[in-house]
């Protein structure tokens, strides 16, 4: 073995490389991510889950919900949509400049604010915008998420390593048997609904393909008084006459879990304009 000490540092080498590649770059990326502030809000973002939460996330795992069911919403890119807001002194002149653009605006003083150009570029955005306001009117820029998932209403933004922060293991999944769970809190938040769609998922989506998880409830006899916690279930579902069905406490975590995925704030790292409710 003359050339021992070479094969040995070839090795050391190309190990180290791997080593500083893998692990040492993955800390330098990520091992410091903390919570953060909110877009233009002094909100804290990630912050613990409930204790409950916490819990359901093990029942989660422990029930291979992974295995149908994905956590991350992709994103392809960021668009720009007009939000007209004020018409300002002259309304002709901004109805003419909203018509330039393609858009309509009918009765201009209860209409607003109305998107007047939805996902087209900066440059395009910036030029509407002008527009209107040499018009003498007032228009904003609305950043918006764009991509398939977004699209098809799973979340307002990609996810980011950040939205992980709290979770352990954190539940990715890789296939998509059922919708993305990423931000199903927001769209879902109703732990009444989780419990039925769990105990009989075609109780509350006709024709739903997702397996039913009864073990996590229990059919008890009525005794005195029914259990407030018992599931109010539509006839076909419902248990024998004087039986109830009552969720164990496994069944509440998860639903408690699945009513706190939220990801729905505007992050450095993943901007867009959050939706602001027209008082
Ligand atoms: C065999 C695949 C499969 C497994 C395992 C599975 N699901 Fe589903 N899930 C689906 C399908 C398909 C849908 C869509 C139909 C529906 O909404 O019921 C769905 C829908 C959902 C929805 C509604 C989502 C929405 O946006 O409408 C939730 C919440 C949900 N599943 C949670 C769970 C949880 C929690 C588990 C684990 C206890 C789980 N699923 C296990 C297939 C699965």
């Known amino acids: 073995m003359k050339n021992g000490f070479h094969v040995f540092l070839a090795a050391f ?11 040492l770059g993955s800390i330098l990326q990520l091992g410091v991510e903390g919570q953060a502030t909110v877009l233009q809000s002094s909100d ?16 989660y795992r422990a029930e291979g919900c992974a295995a149908c069911h994905t956590e991350q919403i992709r994103q392809e890119g960021v ?6 807001t004020a018409m300002g002194n002259n309304p002709a002149a901004v109805k003419k400049a909203v018509a330039g653009l393609g858009a309509q605006i009918s009765d201009a003083t ?26 003498g009117g007032t228009a904003e820029i609305h950043i918006v998420a ?7 209403g799973w979340g307002v933004r990609g996810s980011v ?37 769990l105990y009989a998922p075609q109780s ?9 998880f009864r073990f996590l409830f229990r059919v008890e006899k009525i005794g005195g008084a029914p259990s407030p916690d018992a599931l109010q279930l539509p006839k076909p579902f419902a248990p024998a006459p004087g039986y109830e069905v009552v969720p164990t406490r496994d069944a509440r975590n998860l639903a408690a879990y699945l009513v706190s995925l939220h990801a729905d704030v505007p992050l450095f790292e993943a901007p867009f304009t959050p939706e602001v409710s027209t008082k």
């Not at 209860?110 to 018009?135: E, F, Q, W, Y």
């Not at 509350?204 to 039913?212: E, L, R, W």
Request: hydrophobic share 45%; charged share 15%; aromatic share 6%.
């Open 13 to 23: 080498v190309a190990l180290g490389i791997s080593w500083l590649g893998f692990v």
């Open 44 to 59: 804290l973002y990630p912050v613990q889950r409930p204790g409950a939460a916490t819990m359901g996330l093990q029942v």
């Open 79 to 84: 668009a720009c949509d007009v939000v007209l």
């Open 110 to 135: 209860n209409a607003l604010p109305k998107t007047v150009l939805s996902r087209v570029s900066k440059a395009g955005a910036d030029a509407a915008t002008a527009s209107i306001s040499s018009a």
């Open 146 to 152: 764009t991509g398939p998932d977004i699209a098809r």
């Open 161 to 197: 390593a950040r939205d992980y922060l709290w979770d352990d293991p954190v539940q990715l999944g890789n296939l998509r048997a059922g919708p993305d769970l990423a931000n199903v809190g927001a769209r879902l938040g109703n732990v009444t609904w989780q419990l039925l769609h």
């Open 204 to 212: 509350v989506v006709k024709g739903s393909a997702m397996p039913p």
